[in-house]
């Protein structure tokens, strides 16, 4: 009797001893390392930006670093420039300042648990120029290099003609679709929406021999946006690198936008001849100078929902936004 319950016993202790092995192998090839997304990079001024990430699994352990890792070269490595900014299952931010002015740079968010470092996709983006430019009124622009051309990267908020006459500013529906001479307006008749978004001007105000552009520079022509596009890689993709990224200012789910050139297209919207405002966080519009007939011009249009920068004909009585190109 005693030698059979010894056996059993021993048995017993040897599948416990079986299962225990078993469970320590299963937790180990339960444990991976942590899945992250690196969140969009937010401007701040021409040598600071905002970047972070989000953890979306500790792969079983516990994350004990999160933070981000920059380099002008493609995947950056915590072995490269890095910031640390937490720890967990969370999001984090964090600032990324006295970076190199137009330069080209390529970041990831990465976290870290007992498995090792694990990083996020990479984004790349451009730092502006040092050159700040003031219009007439006051207003100062960032500017920011793409290709062999350097724009201003706010949209026009200028209320005055170069050589200081007003630039009309039309709130009245009639008024505005009976103008032929040049007027602007605030999205909804409200001055808040044009701190971010600039003010919307008729084409009228764009062809202006008084000139709406700060000294030294001009409103883009159709010639130069096709050039843009075209070192961008074309019309069907290059929206995505124009348009500011995230979710801040246009609408879900801005498709493509990662803002790569530093250019932060903005959806303004845009005042039809008739005078209503529509399309503000969904698209934004800029004026070309290129002139097609005597009732239309040339626009250059980009979608949330899209990666393209569209080129059409628009009726010169309409409210767009405007960009101006370096002399």
Same mark, same amino acid.
């Given at each position: 009797?005693?030698?059979?319950? !010894?056996?059993?016993?021993?048995?017993?202790?040897?599948?416990?001893?079986?299962? +225990?092995? +078993?469970? &320590?192998?299963?937790?180990?090839?339960?444990?991976?390392?942590?899945?992250?997304?690196?969140?969009?990079?937010?401007?701040?001024?021409?040598?600071?930006?905002?970047?972070?990430?989000?953890?979306?699994?500790?792969?079983?352990?516990?994350?004990?670093?999160? *933070?981000?890792?920059?380099?002008?070269?493609? !995947?950056?490595?915590?072995?490269?420039?890095?910031?640390?900014?937490?720890?967990?299952?969370?999001?984090?931010?964090?600032?990324? &300042?006295?970076?190199?002015?137009?330069?080209?740079?390529?970041?990831?968010?990465?976290?870290?648990?007992?498995?090792?470092?694990?990083?996020?996709?990479?984004?790349?983006?451009?730092?502006?120029?040092?050159?700040?430019?003031?219009?007439?009124?006051?207003?100062?622009?960032?500017?920011?290099?793409?290709?062999?051309?350097?724009?201003?990267?706010? =949209? @026009?908020?200028?209320?005055?003609?170069?050589? *200081?006459?007003?630039?009309? @500013?039309?709130?009245? =529906?009639?008024?505005?679709?009976?103008?032929?001479?040049?007027?602007?307006?605030?999205?909804?008749?409200? +001055?808040?929406?044009?701190?971010?978004?600039?003010?919307?001007?008729? %084409?009228?105000?764009?062809?202006?021999?008084?000139?709406? +552009?700060?000294?030294? %520079?001009?409103?883009?022509?159709?010639?130069? %946006?096709?050039?843009?596009?075209?070192?961008? *890689?074309?019309?069907?993709?290059? &929206?995505?690198?124009?348009?500011?990224?995230?979710?801040?200012?246009?609408?879900?789910? !801005?498709?493509?936008?990662?803002?790569?050139? *530093?250019?932060?297209?903005?959806?303004?919207?845009?005042?039809?001849?008739?005078?209503?405002?529509?399309?503000?966080? %969904?698209?934004?519009?800029?004026?070309?100078?290129?002139?097609? =007939?005597? !009732?239309?011009?040339?626009?250059?249009?980009?979608?949330?929902?899209?990666?393209?920068?569209? =080129?059409?004909?628009?009726?010169?009585?309409? &409210?767009?936004?405007?960009?101006?190109?370096?002399?």
């Amino acid at each position: 009797m005693t030698l059979i319950l !010894n056996y059993r016993t021993y048995a017993l202790a040897f599948a416990l001893a079986i299962f +225990a092995i +078993a469970a &320590g192998c299963k937790k180990d090839e339960d444990k991976s390392l942590p899945e992250l997304t690196t969140t969009p990079v937010t401007y701040i001024d021409e040598q600071t930006v905002i970047c972070g990430g989000t953890v979306t699994s500790d792969g079983g352990t516990t994350v004990t670093e999160t *933070g981000i890792c920059w380099s002008i070269t493609h !995947n950056p490595t915590t072995g490269d420039m890095k910031l640390i900014c937490g720890s967990g299952l969370d999001t984090f931010t964090g600032t990324l &300042g006295t970076l190199n002015t137009n330069t080209q740079y390529f970041v990831r968010a990465y976290a870290v648990n007992s498995e090792g470092t694990a990083y996020g996709h990479e984004i790349s983006f451009r730092t502006w120029n040092d050159e700040m430019v003031t219009d007439i009124d006051g207003n100062v622009y960032h500017t920011v290099t793409v290709g062999s051309q350097v724009w201003l990267v706010e =949209n @026009l908020s200028v209320t005055h003609y170069r050589n *200081g006459d007003e630039i009309p @500013l039309v709130t009245d =529906n009639a008024e505005w679709e009976g103008l032929t001479s040049g007027a602007y307006s605030d999205y909804e008749n409200n +001055a808040a929406n044009a701190v971010t978004y600039g003010r919307l001007y008729n %084409w009228f105000a764009v062809d202006e021999s008084r000139n709406i +552009a700060p000294e030294g %520079w001009h409103v883009s022509t159709d010639a130069e %946006w096709t050039a843009m596009t075209s070192y961008l *890689g074309g019309e069907g993709i290059a &929206g995505g690198k124009l348009k500011e990224a995230g979710l801040i200012h246009w609408l879900e789910p !801005n498709s493509g936008a990662t803002n790569e050139t *530093g250019f932060s297209a903005l959806p303004g919207g845009h005042r039809d001849y008739a005078g209503i405002y529509t399309y503000i966080q %969904w698209g934004g519009g800029w004026w070309t100078s290129t002139g097609e =007939n005597p !009732n239309d011009a040339r626009v250059r249009y980009m979608d949330h929902g899209s990666y393209d920068v569209w =080129n059409y004909l628009e009726d010169k009585r309409y &409210g767009r936004s405007v960009r101006c190109v370096k002399d």
